[in-house]
C-alpha cells in the first residue's frame, strides 16, 4: 500500500499564483522527495529533505516536513503554465527503497 | 549522460503473449527499480536490485511477472503469459547503491494488452 498520501488531488489555479500541495504518510522515515511527471513522461526529481530537517529551499520550490505530524508541504511560488503536470511525493526509509504518494494533478492556467 | 535509457517506448500485444521490457540504467549506478503506473493503484514498487541482485521483489504481482539483472548495465522485465489487466505504464529507474537520494527515472514503456 502507498505511504504517502498527497492532498489534494488535484489543483487549477491562475499563472503567477502560488501552489501548495501536502503529503501524509505514516511510518519513519530518513528523507522525503518530490517528483513532478509531466504528462506521457518518467518522474523528475524535484527536491530531498532529510528527516533532521524542516524546511528547504530550491528555486521557486519550498518545501517543509513536520515529522511529528508525519506530514510535508511543497509549495512552487508564481507559478507557470510549465509547471503543470503531476507532483508525488516519496518516503525513504531503511534501505534505498521510496514509496509514492498517490500525486497531486496541477493544473496552471495562463 | 543518456540517463535511464527503456525499450520499447510503446508495446501493444495480445493477451497470452510474452512481453519483455527492457532497461539501461544510468553508468555507474548500482540500484535498478522496476515501478508499474496505473490510474487505479498509482506509481507500485515491482522489484528492485542491488549490484545486480534482487533485493525486493514483493511488489511482484504473481509469477508471470519475472525481472532479470545480468549485467550491471542490464535488466528485463518479463511478462508471461500477458493479461488485459496488466497493461499499464512500466518505469524503470537507477540510483547510486547505498544512496537514499534521488532516483532517475526512464521515460517508462506503455504496454497495452488486448
Known amino acids: 500500500s502507498q505511504q504517502g498520501e498527497e492532498d489534494p488531488q488535484a489543483l487549477s489555479i491562475q499563472e503567477g499564483e502560488n501552489a501548495t500541495m501536502n503529503c501524509s504518510y505514516k511510518?519513519?522515515?530518513?528523507?522525503l522527495q518530490w517528483y513532478r511527471q509531466n504528462s506521457g513522461r518518467g518522474l523528475v526529481h524535484l527536491i530531498l529533505i532529510r528527516s533532521n530537517e524542516r524546511e528547504k529551499h530550491s528555486g521557486r520550490l519550498r518545501v517543509t516536513l513536520d515529522t511529528s505530524k508525519k506530514s510535508s508541504s511543497l509549495l512552487i511560488t508564481a507559478s507557470r503554465a510549465a509547471d503543470t503536470a503531476s507532483y508525488f511525493c516519496?518516503?525513504?526509509?531503511?534501505?534505498?527503497?521510496?514509496?509514492f504518494g498517490a500525486g497531486t494533478i496541477l493544473r496552471v492556467k495562463s | 549522460d543518456a540517463g535511464v535509457i527503456q525499450s520499447p517506448r510503446h508495446e501493444v500485444t495480445e493477451m497470452g503473449q510474452e512481453v519483455t521490457l527492457r532497461c539501461k540504467p544510468i553508468s555507474g549506478h548500482n540500484s535498478l527499480f522496476w515501478y508499474r503506473q496505473t490510474m487505479m493503484r498509482g506509481l507500485e514498487l515491482l522489484i528492485y536490485?542491488?549490484?545486480?541482485?534482487?533485493?525486493?521483489d514483493s511488489g511482484m504481482p504473481e509469477d508471470r511477472f519475472s525481472a532479470k539483472m545480468p549485467n550491471a548495465s542490464f535488466s528485463t522485465l518479463k511478462i508471461q503469459p500477458s493479461e488485459p489487466r496488466d497493461s499499464a505504464v512500466y518505469f524503470c529507474a537507477s540510483i547510486a547503491s547505498g544512496s537514499r537520494d534521488t532516483q532517475y527515472f526512464g521515460p517508462g514503456t506503455r504496454l497495452t494488452v488486448l
Open positions: 516519496a518516503t525513504s526509509g531503511y534501505g534505498n527503497k521510496l514509496v
Open positions: 536490485f542491488n549490484n545486480n541482485v534482487p533485493i525486493d
Open positions: 511510518t519513519s522515515i530518513n528523507n
